[in-house]
C-alpha cells in the first residue's frame, strides 16, 4: 500500500458545506451483490466482495487515518503486512459495522459509520427530515422514567411555525403514549414523518395533561438555516449586536458575512454570539466567523491540527509544516471581503450542547480577545472528523478510467482524525470549557429568544452596561435533569475544508 497525494475539488454535495471528502480508492474486480461475501488473493492483490469488501474499507480506512491508530492493536499495520493473515482477519468480520466499533479507542465517543452517505450528507448540510420543533427531553421526577419534552424553538419556514407551538412549551406523549426513557426514541425518532404531540402545563410543581394536542408533519428535506436571530440592540449609550447562530455551515458564509457588514454600519460597541444550540460544523466556517469578530490579527495563527503520526508524516511530506496551521483571513473562499469588526471582547452564550467548532471558537479566540462565557459547561469535543468513502476504479464510455463511489453499496464513515488545538497550543478541554458566568436555561423561565428579557441574554447585557445583575432560577421541586438528545448528539462534528488531501491506493 502506497501513499499518493492529489488535489482535490469537492463534490458538489459537499461544496454546500464543511466536509473533506477524502477518497479510499480500492482498485480490484467487479463487486458481486452485496450479500455474496468472499475473497481471493490474485497477483498478491486481495479481492474482498459483498460485506467483506465493506470491511476492507473500514480497515484500511481507520488505519490509515484515524486518531488513535497507534493505539488500537487491532489496526496495527502488521495485521495487513502478510496477506493470508489479513484476508483471514478481515473473513472473521463479515458485519462491517459490528466492525467498526470494535475498531474504536475507548475514548472515542464520536466516531460513526453511516449506512446510506446521503443521509450523511444532508445531515452535514443542515438538510433534514423535521417538522421544526426543536426540543429537549427532562426527566419528570426523580428516580421515575417518564419523561417530559420541552420546546426549545420553532423552525422558521417549518409545519410547526404555522402551528400553535413556541419556545417554552411543554409535552409529555406522542400519539397518546407517555414518553419514557425505554420508548422516546422509538416515539420521537422514528421514520413516521406524522405525529401528534400531547401538552401539558405545570401547575404548583407538577405536570399536567392541560388537553391540548399539536399534530406536526416533517418535511423530508427541510434546509436548516442555523442563523437563527441577528439584530442590533439600541441600549442607553450602547449598541449590542446578538447573534443566534445554530450550525456552522460552509455555504452561509456570505449571509454571515453580510450580516457582520450590517454591524459595522451600525458601529455596534458589543457583540453576543449565541451558541446555545450550536453542536458545531465547519472548521473554515469557524475561522471566518473568529475574524468577522477581529480583524487585527490576518494570517496569525488561529488553530493548529495535531493528526496521528502516520498522517504528519504523510502530510507533512506532500505540503510543508504549514498545512497543519489554519490562520485568520481577510477573505471568504468566493474572494468577497470578510466584514470585521476589531474588536477586543466578544460575549458568547453556551448550554451543555453547545459543542465542537462552537468550543473551537472560544478556545481559538482566548489568546487574542477578552471572551466573556455566559451560560454552562459545553460538551468537550476538542477533536474533529472526516467523511471518508470507498471510491473504485471504473471505465467509463468516452471518458475513460475514473474514480467514482462504489456502486455496490452506501456505507461512509464519520471517524475522529485530528485533535485541534488553539495557537498557545492549548486542546486539554475533553470535560468542556466551563463558563466564566454559570448560568443554566429554565423551562420556568426561557423567555422569547432575542428579547432583552430572555434571561441569559438580560445578563450578558447587564454585563456590557456594568450593572452584572444577580442571576437566580426560579425555585422550583421539578429535578430539571436532561436527558441527551440523540440528533442534537449527531450534530456534534467539526469538520475541515481542505483542497488537498491524501487518499489511497492499493
Known amino acids: 500500500m502506497r501513499l499518493h497525494f492529489k488535489p482535490l475539488i469537492a463534490t458538489s454535495c459537499f461544496s454546500v458545506f464543511f466536509n473533506i471528502v477524502l477518497l479510499i480508492s480500492i482498485f480490484g474486480c467487479e463487486s458481486d451483490p452485496i450479500n455474496e461475501d ?45 496477506l493470508q493473515n489479513y484476508e483471514e482477519f478481515i473473513l472473521k468480520n463479515k458485519d462491517p459495522e459490528v466492525f467498526f466499533d470494535n475498531l474504536l479507542h475507548p475514548d472515542d465517543k464520536f466516531s460513526f459509520i453511516e449506512k446510506n452517505y446521503s443521509d450523511l450528507e444532508n445531515l452535514i448540510q443542515g438538510v433534514v427530515a423535521s417538522n421544526g420543533v426543536e426540543f429537549g427531553l427532562l426527566f419528570a421526577c426523580n428516580n421515575c422514567r417518564q419523561l417530559i419534552g420541552y420546546v426549545k424553538y420553532i423552525l422558521p419556514g417549518s409545519d ?19 414518553l419514557k426513557i425505554d420508548n422516546y426514541r422509538e416515539l420521537l425518532f422514528n421514520d413516521n414523518l406524522d405525529y401528534t404531540l400531547n401538552m401539558v ?10 388537553g391540548k394536542d399539536v399534530s406536526l408533519s416533517k418535511k423530508e428535506n427541510l434546509e436548516i438555516n442555523p442563523i437563527l436571530i441577528n439584530q442590533v440592540l439600541n441600549l442607553e449609550n450602547t449598541k449590542v449586536g446578538y447573534l443566534l447562530y445554530n450550525q456552522f455551515v460552509a455555504d452561509k458564509s456570505p449571509q454571515l458575512n453580510q450580516i457582520f457588514g450590517d454591524f459595522k454600519n451600525n458601529e455596534i460597541d458589543d457583540l453576543i454570539i449565541d451558541l446555545r444550540y450550536n453542536g458545531g460544523g465547519s472548521v473554515k466556517n469557524c475561522i471566518e466567523l473568529a475574524s468577522m469578530i477581529t480583524g487585527q490579527f490576518q494570517d496569525q495563527v488561529f488553530v493548529q491540527e495535531q493528526w496521528n503520526s502516520k498522517m504528519t508524516e504523510s502530510l507533512t511530506l506532500d505540503n510543508g ?144 452596561n456594568g450593572k452584572e445583575t444577580k442571576f437566580t432560577l426560579k425555585n422550583s421541586t421539578i429535578p430539571l435533569n436532561k436527558v441527551k438528545d440523540p440528533l442534537m448528539i449527531s450534530r456534534q462534528g467539526m469538520f475541515l475544508d481542505k483542497n488537498t488531501v491524501p487518499f489511497l491506493i492499493n
Not at 402551528?163 to 406522542?174: A, E, M, P, Q, W
Not at 474588536?343 to 472560544?362: P, Q
Open 38 to 82: 468472499s475473497s481471493n488473493i490474485v497477483n498478491n492483490v486481495i479481492n474482498f466482495e459483498g460485506d467483506l469488501e465493506i470491511s476492507d474499507f473500514v480497515w484500511k480506512s481507520l488505519n490509515q487515518y484515524y486518531f488513535w491508530q497507534n493505539e488500537v492493536p487491532k489496526l496495527s499495520d502488521s495485521i495487513s503486512a502478510d
Open 201 to 210: 402545563s405545570i401547575n404548583n410543581g407538577v405536570f399536567i395533561n392541560n
Open 321 to 464: 509544516e504549514e498545512y497543519f496551521l489554519d490562520r485568520f483571513i481577510s477573505t471568504l473562499s468566493d474572494g468577497e471581503t470578510i466584514n470585521s469588526l476589531y474588536l477586543n471582547r466578544v460575549f458568547i452564550l453556551t448550554s451543555s450542547e453547545s459543542a465542537s467548532a462552537s468550543e473551537l471558537l472560544i478556545n481559538g479566540l482566548k489568546p487574542f480577545i477578552e471572551v466573556v462565557h455566559i451560560g454552562e459547561r459545553t460538551v468537550g469535543k476538542n477533536l474533529a472528523s472526516i467523511t471518508l468513502y470507498d471510491y473504485v476504479k471504473k471505465f467509463i464510455v468516452d471518458v475513460g478510467v475514473e474514480e467514482i463511489k462504489n456502486p455496490d453499496h452506501t456505507y461512509a464513515l464519520q471517524p475522529i482524525v485530528l485533535k485541534i488545538a488553539n495557537k498557545d497550543g492549548f486542546s486539554d478541554y475533553s470535560e468542556g470549557l466551563e463558563p466564566d458566568y454559570n448560568i443554566k436555561e429554565s423551562i420556568l423561565d426561557f423567555g422569547v429568544l432575542g428579547d432583552i428579557e430572555e434571561p441569559l441574554l438580560s445578563f450578558a447585557i447587564s454585563l456590557i
Open 160 to 178: 410547526a411555525s404555522e402551528k400553535d407551538i413556541k419556545r417554552g412549551d411543554l409535552f409529555s406523549g406522542v400519539n397518546g403514549i407517555q
